[in-house]
């Protein structure tokens, strides 16, 4: 990946979210003869059988918790808190 960046002149110290549409398209997708991000991991689910392989891929993987909105996150004890009558989450 770091040369990938080197290559397409992306900045490889800057946070993921401060790339570009283009540069992170370059990095997930690939382009020209640069391989694919997601490739390694195609890759790799093929090798599965090896048992550093199957550590490696956990590394990746893991449940997360979706929330469908930003307060979401905050416990009911903080959701019960009220400002003037109006809840703090609307």
Known sequence: ML?????????????????TEDARNIIMNG?????RHHGLFE???HKKYKMHVRI???RY???CQMFRL???RLRQEAR??????KSITT
């Open 3 to 19: 040369q990938c960046a080197a290559n397409e002149d992306i900045p490889a110290d800057i946070p993921w979210n401060e790339l």
């Open 31 to 35: 382009h020209g003869e640069i391989p």
């Open 43 to 45: 890759y790799l689910e």
């Open 56 to 58: 490696f891929l956990s």
């Open 61 to 63: 993987r893991g449940l």
């Open 70 to 72: 930003p307060w979401d």
């Open 80 to 85: 019960d808190v009220r400002i003037g009558g």
